[in-house]
């Protein structure tokens, strides 16, 4: 099972923390991912953390503004948002189960489990 929490409406410029549970899974030896889906767009990837805490992917358009970070002790995934933008706005999906390479795969196919999404809305 996979859980996200954390989505609110904030200002531009704002911050906000967005939390995954997952459970059923063998949390430290595996991928983790957060992925977006803006209104009428594809689902793309935000950021991937591999099994190995310190290899990480960033998409182009977060800019520095985004940190993902494991915690192995809780099952847990957060995805720390700062200066958010209002192209930001869009439903964040927790993607779970990416296997144990050392890159952490970017392609929402490469991941078994899913949560049901956690909307962030910034106003401008």
């Known amino acids: 099972q996979v859980m996200e929490s954390g989505g609110d409406v904030v200002q531009a410029g704002g911050s906000l923390r967005l939390t995954c549970t997952a459970s059923?899974?063998?949390?430290?030896?595996?991928?983790m991912a957060w992925f977006r889906q803006a209104p009428g767009k594809g689902r793309e990837i935000v950021s991937c953390?591999?099994?190995?805490?310190?290899?990480?992917y960033y998409a182009d358009f977060v800019e520095g503004r985004f940190t993902i970070a494991r915690d192995n002790a809780k099952n847990t995934l957060y995805l720390q948002m700062n200066n958010l933008k209002p192209e930001d706005t869009a439903t964040y999906y927790c993607?779970?189960?990416?296997?144990?390479?050392?890159?952490?795969?970017?392609?929402?196919?490469?991941?078994?489990?899913w949560g049901q999404g956690t909307q962030v809305t910034v106003s401008s």
């Open positions: 953390i591999s099994w190995s805490p310190d290899s990480t």
């Open positions: 059923g899974m063998s949390f430290a030896n595996t991928a």
């Open positions: 993607a779970a189960d990416g296997g144990s390479f050392h890159l952490c795969p970017r392609a929402s196919g490469s991941y078994l489990k």
